[in-house]
């Protein structure tokens, strides 16, 4: 059990009275990319919510590092590090001045050496970081947003859409930074519609449709998964 | 991380947002507005009071140097009677709007004198005063939940609530301390103007303390329900929809609601119909023939029945008498009115723990000396006085002792009751 940084056993939740997730069952080992794939409403940013312990499942349950999430969710989120879709942190403040704020919610202290070379590691441009982040573009917003989610130096990753408004070059850069994550041993677990981004980072992907985990593609070794395969079973020409 | 230290990083946070910064701002402006005017209201009277004791003093030894006899003696001699404001009185003005707090009576009937007194502002006893206590007890709970009702929702609808929640472990590590970060610092705002008003006046430390104690007892009422209703996963609007409802139901309906029901269940007479009693007691009392008058005077007061005997036209032992029989006339209604205050006031007393805002108004009040029970003891000592100065000259009169100026300055001097006596 323990070699799974995350895992979802038979899981099902529900949310505003309709279930989200039917017993979705999937493992992600640590140092693993795992991409959940899914249209709008499939239930994949419902499952990454079940990992931090914010909605109970109805039945089976999500384990962080062998653990259910929601027996001592601190624990649980300590080893995590999130990035929610659309991540807006605090428009009156600076990039730097956010990501000293999140740090100290999360009990952590980083130097401005530190967070200089996060910020650095995710492109952002020097002059921007000390602007208020009202003036960002979403792309900027999100670099910002994963700056702090690898200063949080958790082992596992949860990505919500993560290149989701970024521009090409920026999704490029991002994908080298996830594989990066993944060399070092950080375990991820993004979610995604976009799915030749998908195929490029994760070793794994499993397609959720509904509600319900479809299918489970795995990258060969050495290789990335088929993005037609994917995409077909996706659009759903055929079974996953 | 230690609990102080979290609450001041989320202060340093918080104090950054300019809606949060200006409600603050205008939390600290509100108290020290209403700090200020209630110190020049209270420095106002306080010199009217100076100025009146010294010159009630040389009107009356003016008058009295120009007495021929008692009875002359005490028709134009006038005496001040007053309720001198506590040191916590421009905090809470209370009934000094609704209620005089100064007479100049003399020893005719008294009823008219006391209730033909005007205050010094009739148009605030009906409007209210924005004094501290206002403040506290009706703006700062507004204050509170414009600052929290968005806590949780402000940061659902911007799409930070789980980012938040999963950096910071868990949500009891964020939002009771932004919550506790905000009230404290409302507190201070509220407080310390307050303080230093204080300070000014000179107030007791014990009051100090108390009324301290007072206004964070109510925001912490207050900031209890604004945070269990910002707890509900509702949009920030609704939530506030709801809590200013829920404001306006303990602030202004409720209160309104007791104060009518109370009023149609405890009726009293008008002060109108007091004086107008005793007038037109005391008017016919000139038409009547002397016995009557003398006869309802001797059945009160036994004492002077065998000096009861007017053989002349006019004398000021007939015309003492027939004062006070006008104030005997009208003493059932005078009484059913002060116990009918009296009753209402209890009853609203009790009635405030439907509402905390009136419940702290109420205590304000009542530590500053400004409430309907100080009211009525200044009414009491007024009465008290009225009594000894009619004590003082009745011996004179009736006994028609003859005219010694030099003993003038023994007459009562009225000395004002402490506030809580």
Known sequence: ?240 | MSLVLRLFRELRFLLRQRAVAGLLVLAMLLSALSVTTGLAEIAHQRMTLERMILADKADRDGALAKAEDWGSAAYSSFHLTYLPPSDLAFAAMGQRDASPWKHRIHMLALEGQIHAADTANPELALAGRIDFAFIVSVLAPLLVILLLHDLRAGERAAGRHDLLIATAGQSGRLWPIRASALIATLAVCLLLPFWVGAALAGTQLAKVLAVSLLVCIHLLFWAAVSYWAGARAAAGSVILTGLIGFWLLLTAILPAITRVSIERAISIPAGGDIVLTQREAVNDAWDLPKNVTMEAFGARHPEWENYTQVSRPFEWKWYYAFQQVGDQTAEALSTTYREGIRERDQAAALAAFSSPPALVDRALQGLAGTDTRAALAYDASVRDFHTRLRTWYYPKLFRDEPFEPAALSALPVYQPRDERD
């Open chain 1, 1 to 240: 059990m323990r070699e799974f940084a995350l895992s979802a056993d038979r899981l099902s939740v529900k949310r505003g009275g309709l279930l989200a997730l039917r017993d979705v069952s999937f493992d992600v080992r640590a140092g693993e990319v795992f991409a959940l794939l899914g249209g709008n409403g499939a239930g994949k940013s419902t499952t990454l919510l079940s990992f931090l312990g914010l909605l109970k499942p109805e039945a089976g349950e999500a384990r962080v590092l062998g653990r259910p999430a929601h027996e001592d969710v601190t624990a649980s989120r300590r080893q995590i590090a999130y990035l929610p879709e659309a991540a807006t942190l605090y428009p009156h403040l600076s990039a730097e001045e956010n990501i000293a704020y999140f740090l100290s919610l999360a009990g952590l202290r980083r130097d401005k050496t530190a967070i200089s070379a996060a910020l650095e590691r995710v492109a952002l441009q020097p002059a921007a970081r000390t602007q208020r982040m009202e003036r960002y573009s979403k792309g900027m917003r999100q670099k910002v947003a994963i700056a702090l989610a690898l200063l949080r130096e958790a082992p596992i990753l949860l990505l919500d859409e993560p290149t989701s408004g970024l521009d090409p070059i920026a999704i490029d850069d991002f994908n080298a930074l996830i594989e990066d994550l993944a060399r070092s041993g950080s375990t991820v677990l993004m979610v995604t519609h976009d799915v030749y981004g998908a195929c490029q980072v994760a070793s794994r992907i499993g397609l959720l449709r509904a509600g319900e985990l479809v299918g489970v593609f795995d990258a060969p070794v050495g290789g990335r998964i088929d993005t037609d395969a994917v995409h077909a079973a996706f659009a759903g020409r055929t079974a996953a």
